[in-house]
């Protein structure tokens, strides 16, 4: 009787534990958007990427559809390689879809947007975004504004 | 001169000689560690004094630091006009920190003390010495059980303290005072990732957990066998686990975030 307590409350207590972490890992955690169980990856290159980090959001019209998987520095075209991982369900993506880096906010984290274009070929997994535009970097469009005044 | 020095030596040597035993009584209760699964029943009576019976304290300490969080967030982010990334500054802030190292805190005086005091006593009363002389090995009838339950409860409870913390920054935040209720969660999935932080406290909770443990354990096994041995193994045992909690979380941090 007493040792059937001490397991029951030691069971509840188990279970509680065990509860907690699922929620902190369903309710407070992304786990569930982390694992895109089925993606395709394409590249794209950039001039510069300005601030952007793996597993920042990949979105069309806002709408996101995957994540960046990895980033790294191209030394034969001297510019920035970006794996972009989109869900599998997206696949309706042009040949010509542009591939900018925006900013969320004024100080937001940046992300990248894609433009559909209007090939009828879609982007496979592999594939490379022809077109794309660097992050904004707010010290060249100063130094651009500044040469403008001078030009006046 | 030559005696304030002498006498530098002689508690460099004692420390080091109390930090030697207190690692040799370690091995020896890993090493009997088997007992934990062929006399499973010793333990889970041991999880229960030391998890379950904490368990009113983590619960209502986790309410009220998720609950205190909230307001403080809360009034530092309007001044940015920032009020619904509230449910990321409580929930990174709990997960990461405060989880582990509050619960730990509390681990070890609720728990650590508990054990301190009655290891010590049993052997003020010479129970250990008793056992010994029967044959039973006092290591693995009573210093393993304690030490796997120690080690156990404080990853659970350290997860019941932030996932209710969440829930308490939620009632002050949305309840009282107006935070979008989904924007408090959405912030809060956005910032908070599951292998950075979640389980980062996690690691965090289960060291702690055994360091508590091990310190409380091992103060009850070298307590003086007096009444005020006893007195001073447990004030120990809170003094040194709190600062060794917090000394380690400082590395432990440094570790995991520092370079990210």
Do not use: C
């Amino acid at each position: 009787m007493k040792v059937r307590f001490f397991e029951l409350a030691v069971g509840v207590f188990v279970l509680l534990g065990v509860a907690a972490l699922f929620y902190l890992a369903i309710q407070v955690s992304n786990v569930t958007d982390y694992h895109d169980r089925d993606t395709y990856t394409v590249t794209a290159y950039f001039d510069n990427i300005g601030g952007l980090k793996t597993r920042a959001p990949v979105t069309v019209s806002g709408v996101r559809i995957g994540r960046v998987a990895e980033i790294r520095y191209d030394p034969e075209q001297f510019r920035a390689e970006v794996t972009l991982a989109i869900r599998a369900e997206h696949d309706y993506l042009p040949m010509d879809t542009q591939a900018a880096i925006h900013t969320a906010g004024l100080l937001g984290e940046q992300y990248i947007a894609l433009e559909p274009g209007g090939d009828y070929d879609t982007l496979q997994d592999g594939d490379e975004v022809m077109f794309t535009q660097s992050a904004l970097v707010l010290e060249n469009l100063i130094g651009r504004f500044m040469t403008n005044m001078g030009s006046d | 001169m030559i005696d304030a020095i002498a006498s530098l030596g002689r508690s460099s040597l004692n420390a080091l000689v109390v930090f030697g035993r207190a690692f040799l009584f370690l091995l020896q209760v890993l090493a009997s560690l088997d007992i934990v699964i062929r006399r499973f029943g010793l333990t889970v009576v041991q999880i229960y004094s030391v998890g379950v019976r904490s368990l009113l304290i983590i619960i209502v300490s986790g309410l009220f630091v998720g609950m205190v969080l909230g307001y403080q967030g809360y009034i530092t982010l309007v001044n940015f006009g920032a009020a619904e990334a509230l449910g990321g500054v409580v929930a990174l802030s709990l997960v990461r920190e405060l989880g582990p190292v509050v619960t730990a805190l509390l681990f070890a005086g609720r728990a650590g003390s508990a054990l301190t005091a009655e290891l010590g006593l049993m052997k003020t009363t010479e129970q250990l010495s008793a056992m010994e002389m029967m044959a039973v090995n006092p290591y693995r009838r009573i210093f393993a059980p304690r030490f796997v339950a120690g080690f156990v409860s404080m990853p659970l409870l350290a997860a019941i303290f932030s996932a209710v913390g969440v829930i308490g920054g939620y009632i002050v935040g949305v309840g009282m005072l107006g935070v979008d209720s989904g924007a408090y969660f959405s912030q809060m999935q956005s910032v908070t990732d599951w292998n950075e932080d979640v389980l980062s406290g996690v690691i965090k909770s289960i060291v702690f957990g055994f360091v508590v443990t091990w310190i409380a354990v091992f103060q009850g096994f070298n307590a003086m066998p007096t009444s005020e041995g006893i007195s001073r193994a447990t004030t120990q045992t809170v003094v040194v686990s709190s600062l060794a909690v917090l000394g380690l979380d400082f590395i432990l941090t440094g570790l995991m975030f520092g370079t990210g």
